[in-house]
């Protein structure tokens, strides 16, 4: 079991979730819960001045993205080890948490037990997954293995302005091109991603870090 008392928060929108985790935590020797919030900005507020060693975070929240909030967190309070706890399973996700400072990501079809361990887990200084993340992160996504599509400048201007929700007319008139000829690159984008559209183009850009 845990060798000292850890505190720890819970961060979810959903208060039947809190009051689960609570429930399960509350029989854990050594856990002791600081707070339960259901906001980012109360969130923030709370580790000003009680910071803690391990903090659930939820991706999904009213008024911050879960992601945003996590790289908040780790310059607020640097040694509080966030644990991603999420129905979210896209491995761009994950990945972003992680960039964002994350100790480890777990799916909430987690046991109490593998909680528990992969709290134990972050404490010791390591990233933990739950095991369904484990096998989300070891199998790689298609983009993955195609490997990253060489662009032409031209065409990651483009793919950006689409990414924004421009249309082809917008995109014609910001670079000062024909629509046909903005035609033209977003189909050599479809056929260099080998991707059915263009959302599916930005989909893999974006899990690539093009965009």
Request: hydrophobic letters at 45%; a neutral charge.
């Amino acid at each position: 079991m845990l060798t000292k008392v850890t505190t720890l928060c819970i961060v979810d929108d959903h208060l039947i979730v809190l009051e689960g985790l609570q429930k399960l935590l509350a029989n854990v020797k050594d856990i002791q819960i600081s707070g339960c919030f259901t906001t980012g900005a109360a969130t923030l507020a709370h580790l000003q001045t009680n910071p803690v060693d391990i903090l659930l975070l939820d991706i999904s929240l009213p008024d911050i993205n879960g992601i945003e909030l996590c790289k908040e967190i780790k310059i607020l309070s640097p040694a509080t080890r966030i644990l991603a706890l999420s129905n979210h399973s896209e491995r761009s996700l994950i990945l972003q948490m992680l960039q964002n400072g994350a100790s480890g990501y777990l799916l909430k079809n987690v046991s109490g037990e593998e909680l528990v361990a992969c709290i134990q887990e972050a404490l010791g200084g390591l990233v933990t997954f739950s095991k369904a993340v484990k096998e989300i992160m070891a199998r790689p996504s298609m983009t993955e293995l195609k490997g990253t599509p060489q662009l032409t400048k031209r065409e990651k201007e483009i793919l950006l302005l689409v990414s924004e929700g421009k249309t082809t007319l917008d995109i014609a008139q910001l670079l000062n091109l024909s629509p046909l000829t903005v035609e033209t690159h977003r189909k050599n984008l479809i056929q260099k991603f080998q991707a059915p559209n263009m959302a599916a183009v930005v989909k893999a850009a974006t899990q690539q870090g093009l965009v």
